[in-house]
C-alpha cells in the first residue's frame, strides 16, 4: 500500500509510548476521581459508557491506577480480543488492565484509535493474546 506523499511510515513503539505515572487513590490528595475501567469502554466502537462527571471516592477504589490525560488513547490490554480503545477527552485514572497511551507530535490520536481498532490490528492482538 502506497502512503500519501506527506505521510511517513513508523512503527507504533516510536509514535506511541505508554504513560507510566501511577496513583493510589486511598492516599492521593483527591477525594474523587474520574476512574475508568474495562467495564467502561464499549467494544469495537471505543463509546465511553460513563458520563463526564461521574466520580468514584478514591476509598472506593482499590488498587493502585494509571492517571491519563485528555488526548491519550485507553487501549484494554487484558483481553484484546474485546477490542477496547478510547480516546480520553478528559483528565482521569484507569485500570492497571488498560494501557495508557501517549501519541507523539507526529502521531493524531484520532488516526491511532483507529489504527489500534482496525480489523488487522484487533485480529493479531487477539492472535498474541492466545
Known amino acids: 500500500m502506497r502512503l500519501p506523499a506527506t505521510w511517513e511510515e513508523a512503527?507504533?513503539?516510536?509514535?506511541?509510548?505508554?504513560?507510566?505515572?501511577?496513583?493510589?487513590?486511598?492516599?492521593?490528595?483527591?477525594?474523587?476521581?474520574?476512574?475508568v475501567g474495562l467495564e467502561h469502554i464499549e467494544s469495537h466502537t471505543g463509546r465511553l459508557l460513563r458520563k463526564?462527571?461521574?466520580?468514584?471516592?478514591?476509598?472506593?477504589?482499590?488498587?493502585?491506577?494509571?492517571?491519563?490525560?485528555?488526548?491519550?488513547?485507553?487501549?484494554?490490554?487484558?483481553r484484546p480480543n474485546l477490542?477496547?480503545?478510547?480516546?480520553?477527552?478528559?483528565?482521569?485514572?484507569?485500570?492497571?488492565?488498560i494501557w495508557a497511551l501517549r501519541a507523539s507530535e507526529e502521531l493524531l490520536p484520532d488516526f491511532a484509535i483507529r489504527y489500534l481498532r482496525s480489523p488487522a490490528i484487533y485480529a493479531r492482538a487477539a492472535q498474541l493474546a492466545v
Not at 507510566?20 to 474520574?34: D, I, L
Not at 461521574?54 to 484494554?76: H, M, N, Q, R
Not at 477490542?83 to 488492565?97: P, R
Request: glycine share 8%; charged share 20%; hydrophobic share 35%.
Open 83 to 97: 477490542n477496547k480503545v478510547h480516546l480520553a477527552t478528559q483528565d482521569g485514572i484507569c485500570s492497571t488492565d
Open 52 to 78: 463526564a462527571e461521574d466520580v468514584t471516592e478514591g476509598s472506593d477504589i482499590l488498587s493502585i491506577k494509571t492517571v491519563f490525560s485528555a488526548g491519550d488513547i485507553l487501549y484494554g490490554k487484558l
Open 11 to 35: 512503527r507504533l513503539g516510536n509514535v506511541l509510548s505508554r504513560v507510566e505515572t501511577k496513583v493510589n487513590p486511598q492516599t492521593s490528595q483527591a477525594n474523587s476521581h474520574f476512574y
